[in-house]
């Protein structure tokens, strides 16, 4: 059974702090990871990786897949209260073919002024 | 906005009901995607539509079944609820069938099963 592991659960830091957020996976045939962030509705799509070492930048948000050792970290910079939310990290396929989504619990990320 | 519409917002029903949830993809895209959040279980994919055509299943219910209609709008259809069926349930969509296209998520449906 596919597996998505996020840590941590949850993290409240303050204004400006730089946070990592991690998703360690196991799936059996991988061929993408995405982020997404969900505040209090849809989830609403930050990246997708496929390879191994590049970086993806957005803004403050960054974030980098490692398919050796099956994780993936977002970095996000000079963080603001609009940051706050949950971020998600999903895997695909679902497995029997599916090209649904596995996604972790998330990260409930808590950012104080 | 995602462009992906999801009717209704919320529904309160009892358990034993049957409900029928919509959605329209956003234009152009022609797969659907039906997905479970709950507070325990996380986001759950349930079902993949393409074109009309079932795609893929997940983890759904023989109690839950889902379609696609040749306008591109799926329904997902909830039977003999029951407390545990309480969830956002989720519509996405895609141009393609393949995961190299994001998933652009809809606002979601709040059930409530009382």
């Known amino acids: 059974e596919d597996k998505v592991v996020q840590s941590p659960l949850s993290l409240v830091v303050h204004e400006g702090d730089t946070v990592t957020l991690n998703c360690s996976y196991e799936?059996?045939?991988?061929?993408?990871l995405l982020w997404y962030k969900q505040e209090k509705k849809a989830p609403t799509f930050l990246f997708m990786l496929?390879?191994?070492?590049i970086e993806k930048k957005s803004g403050r948000l960054s974030s980098i897949l490692d398919k050796k050792e099956l994780f993936s970290i977002l970095n996000i910079t000079a963080t603001q209260t609009g940051d706050s939310a949950v971020y998600l990290c999903?895997?695909?396929?679902?497995?029997?073919?599916?090209?649904?989504?596995?996604f972790g619990k998330g990260t409930h990320l808590i950012i104080q002024p | 906005d995602s462009g992906v519409t999801q009717t209704p917002k919320h529904l309160i029903t009892a358990t034993g009901q049957r409900v029928t949830l919509r959605c329209s993809p956003r234009?152009?895209?022609?797969?659907v995607y039906w997905y479970q959040q709950s507070l325990d279980q996380g986001l759950q994919f349930l079902i993949q539509?393409?074109?009309?055509?079932?795609?893929a299943k997940g983890n759904i219910l023989e109690r839950f079944s889902a379609q696609q209609f040749p306008d591109l709008h799926s329904e997902l259809n909830l039977s003999s609820l029951e407390l545990g069926d309480s969830a956002l349930y989720f519509c996405?969509?895609?141009?393609?069938?393949?995961?190299?296209?994001?998933?652009?998520f809809g606002p979601g449906t709040r059930l409530l099963v009382l």
């Open positions: 996405a969509s895609s141009v393609g069938t393949r995961l190299q296209e994001t998933q652009y």
């Open positions: 799936v059996t045939n991988f061929r993408s």
């Open positions: 496929t390879s191994s070492g």
């Open positions: 999903a895997v695909g396929p679902s497995g029997g073919g599916a090209d649904g989504l596995t």
């Open positions: 234009s152009g895209d022609l797969s």
């Open positions: 539509y393409y074109n009309g055509e079932e795609r």
